[in-house]
């Protein structure tokens, strides 16, 4: 929903800029979405995982105006607590990564959410999305 905002608002400011719908294609693209998935009950990443968090990374470095939201999430398995902790470990993990590549930590916002919004299969919904967007 807020990437649909985001691109009509885009839309918008070009056509009060008198450019009609020939929004450059920065514009266009208000948001990017990578995704980082972690064994069962881990909080280490493995090189695929570390490939995704560097291209994160550098397509935040090529867009400072745009912001990061690295949201933690775990399976179902195990206890409510157990699993908000966990995301929340692979949350601070991930947006660590991020920060030492060089994006300030002042632009990464991070949250964990456990289990909430677990989806698929439960090696799905151990997962990191990281999100750069316009602010």
Do not use: C
């Not at 990443?45 to 968090?53: F, P």
Request: aromatic share 6%; no cysteine.
């Amino acid at each position: 929903m807020r990437r649909r905002i985001a691109i009509l608002t885009a839309a918008f400011a070009a056509l009060l800029a008198g450019s009609a719908m020939t929004a450059s294609p920065a514009a266009a693209q208000a948001e990017q979405k990578f995704i980082v998935f972690f064994h069962s009950w881990s909080g280490e990443m493995d090189l695929a995982a570390q490939d995704v968090v560097a291209a994160a990374a550098n397509y935040a470095r090529q867009n400072p105006a745009m912001r990061v939201e690295v949201v933690g999430y775990a399976s179902t398995t195990g206890s409510q607590k157990a699993n908000l902790y966990l995301s929340l470990l692979r949350a601070q993990l991930v947006s660590d990564r991020i920060a030492e590549a060089g994006i300030a930590p002042a632009r990464i916002a991070r949250v964990g959410e456990g289990s909430v919004n677990a989806v698929g299969s439960a090696e799905e919904a151990r997962r990191v999305e990281i999100v750069v967007r316009a602010p």
